[in-house]
Nanobody, 117 residues
Framework: QVHVVESGGGSVQPGGSLRLSCTTSGSIFNMFAWAWFRQAPGKERELVARLVDTVGATYSEDVKDRFTVTRDKAKDTVDLQMNSLKPDDTAVYYC???????????WGQGTQVTVTS
């Protein structure tokens, strides 16, 4: 019943910005935690940001002060604003929803972010 689709990826130069969107449907939105992960080739999947409405957002050390995760309640999206992008940010970015009671997970298909000169 829950579907997750990411969009907004692309190629930018170092120092540039991108805004990723995670479009959701079929969920009881306030009962979910939402997170953004990323995975580069040959590396493990990394949690970069997580949002719980009643708690707030947390970020990995690598992206704090540069990335911001927000929820748009009207549009049912979870967005990731990425500023001051670095080549090390290059990865496929995934959105994940988690039911807070059952911990059932819902994953999107991923969107590619490439940061290069």
């Amino acid at each position: 019943q829950v579907h997750v689709v990411e969009s907004g990826g692309g190629s930018v130069q170092p120092g540039g910005s991108l805004r990723l969107s995670c479009t959701t449907s079929g969920s009881i939105f306030n009962m979910f935690a939402w997170a953004w992960f990323r995975q580069a080739p040959g590396k493990e999947r990394e949690l970069v940001a997580r949002l719980v409405d009643t708690v707030g957002a947390t970020y990995s050390e690598d992206v704090k002060d540069r990335f911001t995760v927000t929820r748009d309640k009207a549009k049912d999206t979870v967005d990731l604003q990425m500023n001051s992008l670095k080549p090390d940010d290059t990865a496929v970015y995934y959105c994940r929803g988690e039911e807070l009671v059952t911990h059932k997970e819902y994953w999107g298909q991923g969107t590619q972010v490439t940061v290069t000169s």
